[in-house]
């Protein structure tokens, strides 16, 4: 399986953004899809996930209420919007195509190669 994920940048506190992550080489349905994030000098952790059917989702306490994943299987692609951003939201966010909902890395077969997100005052 192939991520790539795509849609970050530069963006005022506040402001928004929508990133995606096309997987292909594989039949994307029947996984879940996760996102994660590393700011500099942190560890990467988990931001969301979502079940191969959309209808399962969990958040990280410290987005919940500002960013929405959804999913399009029938464009192999999976879907994160970022509202309200922070400072704190600056970060290289991946994608993670895996065989369970999860909040831990473990759960995760494969990595996209990350999109930046930078937020401003």
Same mark, same amino acid.
């Given at each position: ?12 506190? #506040? $402001?928004?953004? *929508?990133?995606?992550?096309?997987? !292909?080489? *594989?039949? /994307? ?6 996102? /994660?994030?590393?700011?500099?000098? @942190?560890? *990467?952790?988990?931001? !969301?996930? =979502?079940?191969?059917? $959309? #209808? ?7 987005? @919940? #209420?500002? /960013? +929405? =994943?959804?999913?399009?299987?029938? @464009?192999? %692609? ?7 951003? +922070?400072?704190?939201? +600056? ?8 065989? *369970?909902?999860?909040?831990?890395? !473990?759960?995760?077969?494969?990595? $996209?190669? $990350?999109?930046?997100? %930078?937020?401003?005052?």
């Amino acid at each position: 399986v192939q991520l790539q994920a795509s849609g970050g940048g530069l963006v005022q506190a #506040g $402001g928004s953004l *929508r990133l995606s992550c096309a997987a !292909s080489g *594989r039949t /994307f349905g029947w996984h879940a899809m996760g996102w /994660f994030r590393q700011a500099p000098g @942190k560890e *990467r952790e988990f931001v !969301s996930t =979502i079940s191969w059917s $959309g #209808g399962s989702t969990i958040y990280a306490d410290s987005v @919940k #209420g500002r /960013f +929405t =994943i959804s999913r399009d299987n029938a @464009k192999n %692609t999976v879907y994160l919007q970022l509202n309200s951003l +922070t400072l704190e939201d +600056t970060a290289v966010y991946y994608c993670a195509y895996g065989t *369970r909902i999860a909040r831990d890395m !473990s759960a995760y077969d494969y990595w $996209g190669q $990350g999109t930046q997100v %930078t937020v401003s005052s």
